[in-house]
């Protein structure tokens, strides 16, 4: 399988970032204008659905065929570890402290508690509850953390044998059915959200996403099967109608949304194309941000919503500070920490062996 990098795959990961940012501003902003049934809406839930499933890709892209020593599973884990446990407790501490000011009456860890705080600070949560994540969007890191632990053993069993493969689909498949029809409906108000957030609600976006990349080595769609592929999954994306909220993430309504989500993804896998150089370079950036972006805007938007209101700021003047204020501090983020401790867990190229003897012209 080849291993570079897919640019569309990259570009849809950065417009999905922007995208719910947008949907998380103007549901904070403008809540009653917020129509459950608009596009915005649906892209703010099942964005981050799309994000795993491009996770899977990528993962399956970097690591199919490169984890089968006890060195290369160390290596990755300690490449996964850095790419994502030090921006996750940097915007934890940012959190805690955002809050903690925000807090007349309550210390920064009282807020949130210290099972919260213990849990997020050794990664349990990951495992035992994701919706105990303190940044704003956490759950997701949550669930990631909790697949990387098990991509190793779904990679190897997939390259087993397809009967494996098939056997992981179907597994996460129910999950998926059960958590949507029976779970999540008939939990209460303050589980409702747990269950939705779990890891199990969430791994058939990423097991389908390892399972497209995998198979996408060995065949491909072509542009045409692509492009209509994908047309077809937004229009039905767009066209699904949700009358209540609860109705974006239960019933038959979260089955087609889903189904809907991973169809267009692997469009977007698939499909070939070659962009005017601008237009590619602010995608490809934004794309290189996006996880910056995801963690800090809930960050950036209660610093600026604060400011906002002691000097009397239009709401539209909020939003536009906010997404300004994002962009600036996730290019920051990304190049001066992100960046230098991803740095860190790439394997040093070997050195030329130093030879007395002369060289032969």
């Not at 994540?133 to 759950?139: F, L, V």
Request: with cysteine; charged share 10%; glycine share 8%.
């Amino acid at each position: 399988m080849s291993r570079e990098r897919v640019e569309t795959i990259d570009y849809l990961r950065g417009i999905l970032s922007v995208s719910i940012m947008f949907y998380h501003y103007m549901g904070w902003l403008f809540p009653n204008q917020m129509a459950e049934d608009s596009l915005l809406s649906k892209v703010g839930y099942y964005g981050v659905s799309a994000f795993f499933v491009i996770s899977g890709m990528s993962m399956c892209i970097a690591y199919n065929g490169r984890l089968s020593t006890p060195g290369d599973v160390n290596q990755y884990v300690i490449r996964r570890a850095l790419r994502i446990v030090p921006l996750y407790m940097l915007a934890s501490v940012a959190a805690l402290a955002a809050a903690g000011m925000a807090s007349k009456t309550q210390g920064a860890i009282d807020v949130y508690g210290w099972s919260s705080v213990v849990l997020n600070f050794t990664l349990l949560f990951s495992f035992i509850d994701p919706s105990k994540a303190i940044p704003g969007g956490g759950w997701s890191i949550g669930n990631e953390l909790f697949f990387y632990c098990y991509f190793p053993i779904m990679l190897y069993l997939i390259r087993l044998h397809r009967a494996y493969a098939a056997a992981i689909l179907l597994v996460s498949a129910g999950m998926f059915i059960y958590w949507a029809m029976v779970l999540v409906p008939s939990a209460g108000e303050a589980q409702a959200w747990k269950e939705y957030v779990s890891n199990q609600n969430q791994a058939l976006f990423f097991v389908c996403g390892v399972l497209i990349a995998y198979a996408g080595g060995r065949h491909k769609l072509g542009n045409l099967a692509s492009i209509t592929l994908g047309v077809l999954a937004f229009t039905a994306f767009w066209a699904v109608s949700v009358e209540v909220s609860t109705a974006l993430v239960v019933g038959w309504e979260r089955i087609a949304l889903g189904i809907c989500t991973i169809a267009f993804v692997s469009s977007v896998y698939f499909v070939k194309v070659k962009l005017p150089i601008a237009i590619a370079w602010v995608l490809h950036t934004v794309g290189a941000l996006s996880f910056s972006i995801y963690l800090l805007h809930p960050l950036v938007f209660s610093v600026v919503r604060k400011v906002g209101s002691i000097l009397g700021l239009a709401p539209e003047l909020i939003i536009a500070a906010s997404v300004a204020g994002t962009l600036v501090g996730a290019y920051v983020v990304y190049h001066w920490f992100e960046l230098p401790i991803m740095r860190l867990g790439k394997k040093p190229k070997p050195q030329a062996p130093i030879s007395a003897e002369l060289v032969q012209r």
